[in-house]
């Protein structure tokens, strides 16, 4: 049995429909993915047909907590899948569209130590199936209560690493293009910097965006902060992310998390802008959601600002992220780490933001 009815081909849903006229799996598809039902709710079917796929299509999610903030514009939700792992989904409206964040894996192997789920340690990949569930889940959400919504955007920022689990995130991304009918154009994947990964992504067919959570210019903190730079350093991380832009042309995104005296100091700010301006990348800026697990805050708001105001003025377009949902834990990793996973904070802050004062 499949982990989640997603994970179905049009040929295994062929199989579980044998004896049935043809024309059941192009009813049963559209079902799925075009209205987002249940099999007990496709009125197409036969009564016992829909009992009878209700047992051998399962779904991967079960709920486990779901939060609301932001005036109903954010919701958060906690699963548990069949195997006891659990993974986050958030899906946040804007004025102009409608963003679902999703897992690629039960917690992460990165080793970020200021990200919650990083402090929690890795528990498996997730399946295309339980990726795709989550979109769809956030799909029907949206298009619920008293102003419905269509789902625009999906972005792989939720827990683990996109890159990690490229096969499955990438047929995923397929499935999600081709049978959710969202364009590729408005698809992202967050990356720590696994280099293979960006260059499989630049030969692939489809023009989906790259976002690169760096957080520090330099190795020396870059290894610190995200250890997989020690494999990867920023060297051959921006000649992949060359590779990428010359061969999609869409725009590059960096991710920075702002930590109060460790990544937001002017020196900082000119390192990211001369990386910013080589490969022509826009800079979203991420206050630092506070994590149980890390002993340092997230930098204050003057100093956002301070930071977001120097790399303009070195011409980079640069952006603050508003925190969506902070009173729900919607920092990726932290509902899970408040309803069962227990962090483990590190051994101390990074050697070289302990050794540096502020400019």
């Not at 970020?112 to 889940?137: D, K």
């Not at 959570?213 to 051959?236: C, F, K, M, Q, T």
Request: aromatic share 6%; with cysteine.
């Amino acid at each position: 049995m499949p982990a989640s009815r997603f994970d179905l081909s049009r040929d295994d849903l062929a199989g579980l429909l044998e004896g049935e006229p043809r024309y059941r799996v192009e009813q049963v598809w559209t079902a799925l993915y075009a209205h987002h039902l249940e099999p007990g709710e496709m009125t197409t079917l036969p009564k016992a047909l829909r009992a009878r796929l209700t047992e051998v299509m399962p779904c991967a999610l079960s709920p486990v907590a779901e939060s609301v903030s932001d005036d109903g514009d954010t919701v958060k939700w906690l699963w548990a899948l069949a195997d006891g792992a659990s993974i986050e989904t958030v899906l946040m409206h804007y004025p102009d569209r409608s963003t679902a964040c999703v897992s690629t894996q039960a917690g992460c192997a990165m080793a970020c130590g200021f990200c919650a789920t990083g402090q929690a340690g890795f528990e498996r990949n997730l399946s295309v199936g339980e990726i795709v569930e989550q979109v769809v889940r956030a799909s029907r959400r949206a298009g619920e209560g008293p102003t419905p919504r269509r789902l625009s955007n999906v972005v792989f920022m939720g827990m683990g690493e996109p890159l990690a689990n490229y096969d499955r995130v990438w047929a995923a991304i397929r499935r999600i293009h081709a049978d959710l009918g969202l364009s590729a154009r408005h698809l992202t994947v967050s990356t720590v910097g696994i280099v293979p990964g960006i260059r499989r992504m630049a030969a692939e067919d489809l023009p989906v965006n790259l976002a690169v959570s760096l957080h520090a210019a330099n190795d020396v903190l870059r290894d610190e902060l995200v250890p997989i730079n020690r494999r990867y350093p920023l060297s051959e991380l921006y000649a992949a992310c060359e590779d990428h832009l010359r061969s999609k042309n869409r725009r590059l995104s960096f991710e920075w998390a702002l930590i109060d005296g460790v990544n937001d100091r002017r020196t900082d700010a000119e390192e990211l802008a001369a990386a910013a301006r080589r490969l022509r990348a826009h800079v979203n800026l991420i206050p630092l959601n506070a994590t149980p697990g890390w002993p340092t805050a997230g930098s204050p708001p003057e100093r956002v600002e301070a930071f977001r105001d120097r790399l303009r003025s070195l011409g980079v377009n640069a952006t603050v992220r508003a925190n969506r949902g902070t009173e729900i834990d919607a920092a990726c990793g932290q509902l899970r780490a408040e309803h069962q996973v227990t962090l483990t904070a590190p051994s101390r802050r990074p050697a070289r933001a302990a050794r540096a004062g502020r400019p």
